[in-house]
C-alpha cells in the first residue's frame, strides 16, 4: 500500500499539537495511522512541543499542589475504561473509530450512502462515512469551505490525481472537482466537512435540494 | 536529550535578538547539567519513587500550567490539566519507552490529550484519554515495527531535527506550538508580517524534505 497523497503540513501540525477541529482530528488521525512518512513529521512536532514545555514560563500552582496529586494517586483514584463503540467488527474501519459511534446508513445518491459519525466537541465540521459502489461518477462539485478526505477502502480518481487507500484529499471552494470511483470495488472514505457541496451545473442545481450531506 | 540541546540553541539565538531575550530569562536557572528525566520516569516505573515524583512534578507541573496559559486555557483548566498530567504521568510510567520519545515530548503528549480530552467530554467530566491515545496510534496493518525499528525511526526524528536551522524550529515553536499570532511572531522577531507566513511555509517544507531525507 503506497499512500501518495498527503494532508498539507499546517493540519498535521496542528493535528500533533491537539488543535484541529474534532470532526478534521479524526480524518487527520485515520491518515497519519496509516502513513509512516505523516507519523514522522507527528513525532517532530511532538519533540518541538516537549522544547517549548521546557522553555514555558513557569506558572505557579496551588499550595501544596502536589501533595494533593500523591494523595489522588494513594486514593487509587483509577480512571474509567472508555466503552468502545458498537461498530461491526467486520467493517475494517481503522481503529482510529474504535472510540466513536457511527450512526446507520443513510442514502445520499444513487449509488452513495452515508453514516455520520457521532464526535463530541465538534463545531466547525462534522465527520462521515461516505460509501460509493464501484464506477459511481459523482457530479461536477465545489465546496463552500473545506472538505478532508481520507481513503479507507477502494479509490476514487479525478484530476488531482488516484486516491487509494490511506490517501489524503482536500477540496475546497477553488476545487472544481468531479470524481470517478473506481471500478473494481466500493470506495469509503472517512470525510470531514465544513460548509456545503455545491453542485454545478443545472442539473446540479435541481437535484442540489435533494443530496443529503 | 535532544530536546534539552535544542532549547540550548534556540536560548542562544533569542539572547542575540534583544526582544526575545526576555522571552527566555529563566534559562539561566536551569542546571547545567541535564536532569535525567526518563531515569526519574523508571524509578516511579520500578519502585513507586516519591521523591523522583516529586522533582518531576516541580519541574513540569508549573510548565505545563505556564504553557496551556499561554495557549489559552482559563487559570483552572490550567491547573487542573498540570495536575492531572502529573498523575497520569505517574499511573502511566510503566508504559514509558525512553528510545522511542524524549521523556519531555511524551510528557507533552500527554498533556495535549488531556486538553483534547477536556475540549470534548468538558472539563468536569473524568479524564479517560484510551480514546485520544487511539488516535494517535499506528495503524496494526503497519505495526510491525520492532522495538528496534521504533528506536530507529526515534532516531531519525531527532537528526532531522537537529539539522533544521535553530531560526526555522523556533518559527514553528511560535507559530504552532506556543499559538502566537502572526501579527505578535512579526513584532518579537522584529520582521514584517507578510515575511511570517511565507517563513512558517518554508519552515514545515524543510522540516517534512529532512524528515524524508533520513529515510
Ligand atoms: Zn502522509
Not at chain 2, 528506536?151 to 532531522?160: G, K, N
Request: hydrophobic letters at 40%; a positive charge; glycine letters at 8%.
Amino acid at each position: 500500500m503506497t499512500i501518495e497523497h498527503h494532508p498539507p503540513e499546517e493540519l498535521i501540525a496542528r493535528f500533533a499539537a491537539g488543535r484541529l477541529d474534532p470532526a478534521e482530528h479524526i480524518v487527520i488521525a485515520a491518515h497519519v495511522a496509516m502513513c509512516a512518512r505523516c507519523r514522522r513529521f507527528v513525532a517532530a512536532f511532538e519533540r518541538l512541543g516537549g522544547a517549548a514545555l521546557e522553555a514555558a514560563e513557569p506558572a505557579a500552582l496551588a499550595a501544596g499542589a502536589c501533595d494533593a496529586a500523591m494523595a489522588r494517586i494513594d486514593a487509587g483514584d483509577t480512571v474509567p475504561a472508555v466503552p468502545r463503540s458498537r461498530r461491526a467488527e467486520a467493517s475494517g474501519l481503522p481503529r482510529t473509530l474504535d472510540y466513536y459511534e457511527i450512526g446507520r446508513v443513510r442514502r445520499v445518491a444513487p449509488g452513495l450512502t452515508m453514516r455520520p459519525i457521532v464526535v463530541p466537541g465538534a463545531t466547525k465540521s462534522r465527520a462521515f462515512l461516505l460509501m460509493a459502489d464501484p464506477g459511481t461518477r459523482m457530479l461536477e462539485h465545489t465546496h463552500t469551505e473545506t472538505e478532508l478526505t481520507c481513503v479507507l477502502q477502494g479509490s476514487f480518481s479525478h484530476e488531482g490525481g488516484r486516491f487509494g487507500p490511506g490517501d489524503f484529499d482536500l477540496g475546497d471552494e477553488t476545487i472544481d472537482h468531479r470524481p470517478a470511483v473506481g471500478s473494481d470495488m466500493p470506495c469509503v472514505c472517512l470525510v470531514a466537512m465544513s460548509g456545503k457541496l455545491r453542485i454545478n451545473g443545472l442539473l446540479g442545481r435541481l437535484i442540489e435540494p435533494f443530496i443529503r450531506l | 536529550m535532544m530536546t534539552v540541546l535544542l532549547q540550548r540553541r534556540i536560548s542562544g539565538h533569542g539572547r542575540r535578538s534583544g526582544s526575545l531575550a526576555k522571552r527566555w530569562p529563566r534559562v539561566k536557572e536551569r542546571p547545567e547539567i541535564a536532569v535525567d528525566w526518563s531515569g526519574l520516569i523508571a524509578q516511579i516505573a520500578l519502585r513507586g519513587d516519591r521523591e523522583a515524583f516529586r522533582r518531576l512534578f516541580e519541574f513540569f507541573a508549573p510548565r505545563v500550567k505556564g504553557y496551556l496559559l499561554r495557549t489559552g486555557s482559563s487559570e483552572a483548566e490550567a491547573e487542573e490539566i498540570a495536575q492531572e498530567t502529573m498523575i497520569a504521568l505517574w499511573r502511566k510510567a510503566d508504559r514509558f519507552d525512553p528510545a522511542t520519545s524524549g521523556a519531555v515530548a511524551w510528557i507533552y503528549t500527554i498533556a495535549r490529550n488531556l486538553r483534547i480530552d477536556a475540549v470534548r467530554r468538558g472539563r468536569r467530566a473524568k479524564r479517560m484519554l484510551q480514546d485520544i491515545e487511539a488516535e494517535y496510534r499506528p495503524e496494526p496493518v503497519e505495526s510491525t515495527e520492532t522495538t528496534h525499528g521504533r528506536s530507529q525511526e526515534a532516531a531519525h526524528v531527532e537528526a532531522a531535527l537537529q539539522r533544521l536551522p535553530v531560526q526555522q524550529s523556533e518559527i514553528i515553536r511560535l507559530s504552532f506550538l506556543e499559538e502566537r499570532p502572526h501579527s505578535e511572531i512579526a513584532a518579537l522577531l522584529g520582521i514584517p508580517l507578510g515575511t511570517v507566513k511565507s517563513r512558517v511555509r518554508l519552515a514545515m517544507n524543510r522540516l517534512r524534505e529532512l524528515l524524508d531525507d533520513l529515510k
